[in-house]
Antibody
Framework: QVQLQESGPGLVQPSQTLSLTCTVS??????????CSWIRQPAGKGLEWIGR???????NYNPSLQSRVTISRDTSKNQFSLQLNSVTAADTAIYYC??????????WGQGALVTVSS | QAGLTQPPSVSKGLRQTATLTCTGN????????AAWLQQHKGHPPKLLSY???NRPSGISERFSTSRSGNTASLTIVGLQPEDEADYYC???????????FGGGTKLTVL
């Protein structure tokens, strides 16, 4: 069974960079057809798609975040990562990593709460 | 930015049928259909259906989906207490090259 686990600091200072890593076990991030993706959810609010990376390295990002976000992959560690620059309190949310075939959101991490505060 | 519109809340009685809607446009739902996710409080979302009523393994047949034009629907028959949750629709927007989510519908089972 494929399992995903987010890791990274739970507290980030305003204007700094939020960095999260998703470690995949029981499967490969190089599986054909699968996108490695990030979604976030502020407390009490809905889901927001951040972006995704394919096995070719091609990326798609939410236009509202595109200027601040980078998603990358490390195939040697079977991990993929999220970097979000210049964070503000509005970036406080639960961040989920997932692997999806298009809209087939197959596998999800449990989510990591990241709080932006000084 | 284009979005997907869902009613904020729906309430139905036990064992009744609930139909949740999600409205987009020709570039998203009208083009490639929608996926539906269920989220219980404190848990990650769970995929219920993607594209044309494809249910992942383990998803009850009580959940079914359909599409008419730019509107996707999720129908839940025989409502059970455990169906009380937030439901989100999602679609790929081909003009924006982004995945969109609706704002979510909170389903209350009375």
């Amino acid at each position: 069974q494929v399992q995903l686990q987010e890791s990274g600091p739970g507290l980030v200072q305003p204007s700094q960079t939020l960095s999260l890593t998703c470690t995949v076990s029981g499967g490969s991030i190089n599986t054909d057809g699968y996108y490695c993706s990030w979604i976030r959810q502020p407390a009490g609010k809905g889901l927001e798609w951040i972006g995704r990376i394919y096995i070719t390295g091609n990326t798609n990002y939410n236009p509202s975040l595109q200027s601040r976000v980078t998603i990358s992959r490390d195939t040697s560690k079977n991990q993929f990562s999220l970097q979000l620059n210049s964070v503000t309190a509005a970036d406080t949310a639960i961040y989920y990593c997932l692997m999806a075939r298009g809209l087939n959101f197959d596998y999800w991490g449990q989510g990591a709460l990241v709080t932006v505060s000084s | 930015q284009a979005g997907l519109t869902q009613p904020p809340s729906v309430s139905k009685g036990l064992r009744q049928t609930a139909t949740l809607t999600c409205t987009g446009n020709n570039n998203n739902i009208g083009n490639e259909g929608a996926a539906w996710l269920q989220q219980h409080k404190g848990h990650p979302p769970k995929l219920l259906s993607y594209r044309s009523n494809n249910r992942p393994s383990g998803i009850s047949e009580r959940f079914s989906t359909s599409r008419s034009g730019n509107t996707a629907s999720l129908t839940i028959v025989g409502l059970q207490p455990e169906d009380e949750a937030d439901y989100y629709c999602s679609a790929w927007d081909s003009s924006l090259s982004v995945v969109l989510f609706g704002g979510g519908t909170k389903l209350t089972v009375l």
